[in-house]
């Protein structure tokens, strides 16, 4: 498996964020990687040098 890291920033798009973590992180074999047939393709995570953002619109972040 792959490991696919989002950068997170103050200010960033959810959009661009929630895009690349719908791509990366769902597949349409989603329904069959929770029934255990099938292993997913890629581990994704979100990255930032801080523990909590402030998304472009004013949603907050929180990152490990």
Not at 4 to 11: E, F, N, P, Q, T
Not at 13 to 36: D, N, Q, V, W
């Amino acid at each position: 498996m792959h490991t696919v890291s989002i950068l997170a920033y103050d200010g960033m798009s959810g959009f661009e964020s929630g895009l690349a973590a719908e791509i990366f992180g769902m597949t349409e074999l989603s329904e069959r990687f929770s029934a255990g047939l099938v292993r997913p393709w890629y581990s994704v995570q979100l990255c930032s040098e801080q523990a909590e953002l402030r998304l472009l619109g004013g949603a907050t972040v929180r990152t490990f």
